[in-house]
């Protein structure tokens, strides 16, 4: 059965869906987006989602394109329509549709399109193994605090971490990670502390980091929020990432060196089972 999804007000069969050619999300990467997990048929974090997506839209001189309860209805709604168990739904709104000029149009309405996936999050194989990334240099634009849906860098990063046979990379920027193509990035060091780079324009502020940093201050963890270095990385305890779409997921090796025993360890096992258990009795 084909997917429904939604196209600016309606929901369609996704044959059917279709954006303008002059839509500036084609034309100049001019929209946002956000991935909203879902488990157990509910949303994770929504409420998150949609404040980041409403600083976003804001840093690029766009509103939000419905009231925040309409644009959950529609969440649920695709949830419902396509049985979305566990996965997740994505959506992007762009400036909308106007003849190609590099000044933002005005008054013209925005497009916005939302789809879902279905995909185990929870029993996830990289999850279990642990992920094995490799450093690559940072050459993302200056704003990453945006969640725009201009991903062609993060996508030349993963590419090269294909060829080389691995998982993932890590963006490095003047020595130090940034984040990973689509994740934060966090090392455990010797003595137990979790290090994370700090909130900026270098970085995307991840729903999943602000959660998982909550659990682990919560369970009295230490937490260093600072740019830390691949050196210091391969010297770590452990490493791992989140995201929406990983949760929280191991790092066992970075540039070919095994980091600890070369298993996902206890401090990134502990906080994926802790946030998974928190995220599924606040979802809605
Ligand atoms: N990516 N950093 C970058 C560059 C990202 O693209 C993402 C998310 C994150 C983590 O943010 P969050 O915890 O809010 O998902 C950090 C999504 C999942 C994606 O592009 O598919």
């Not at 600016?8 to 059917?16: K, P, Q």
């Not at 502390?193 to 201050?217: F, K, Y």
């Amino acid at each position: 059965m084909a997917r429904t999804v939604y196209v600016n007000g309606d929901y369609v069969a996704e044959g059917d869906a279709k954006i303008s050619v002059f839509d500036r999300g084609f034309l100049f990467a001019d929209g946002v987006y956000e991935v909203t997990s879902v488990l157990g048929g509910k949303l994770i974090d929504f409420d998150g989602h949609m404040r980041r997506l409403k600083r976003s839209l804001g840093e690029l001189q766009m509103a939000m394109p419905l009231p925040e309860d309409e644009l959950l209805a529609i969440h649920r709604e695709l949830v419902s329509r396509n049985a979305v168990i566990e996965g997740l739904v994505y959506l992007q709104i762009t400036r909308g549709v106007a003849d190609r000029d590099f000044l933002y149009p005005s008054a013209t309405p925005q497009t916005l399109v939302l789809f879902t996936q279905s995909k185990s999050i929870v029993d996830s194989p990289l999850a279990k193994r642990g992920a094995r990334v490799v450093s690559v240099e940072d050459l993302r634009w200056g704003r990453r605090d945006i969640k725009t849906v201009q991903l062609l860098y993060p996508s030349m990063a993963k590419m090269i971490a294909q060829e080389k046979g691995v998982d993932d990379a890590w963006l490095v920027q003047d020595g130090h990670v940034t984040e990973g193509t689509s994740n934060n990035a966090y090392i455990v060091t010797r003595d137990g502390t979790i290090v994370t780079r700090d909130l900026s324009s270098d970085i995307l502020a991840g729903i999943t980091r602000a959660a998982v940093l909550e659990c682990a201050r919560t369970l009295q963890m230490k937490v260093e929020e600072r740019p830390f270095t691949i050196a210091e990385a391969l010297e770590a305890r452990e490493a791992f990432t989140t995201s929406a779409t990983g949760f929280v997921c191991p790092v066992v090796e970075i540039d070919g060196v095994s980091l600890g025993e070369g298993q996902p360890g206890p401090v990134a096992n502990g906080l994926r089972q802790i946030y998974v258990e928190t995220s599924l009795k606040a979802a809605i």
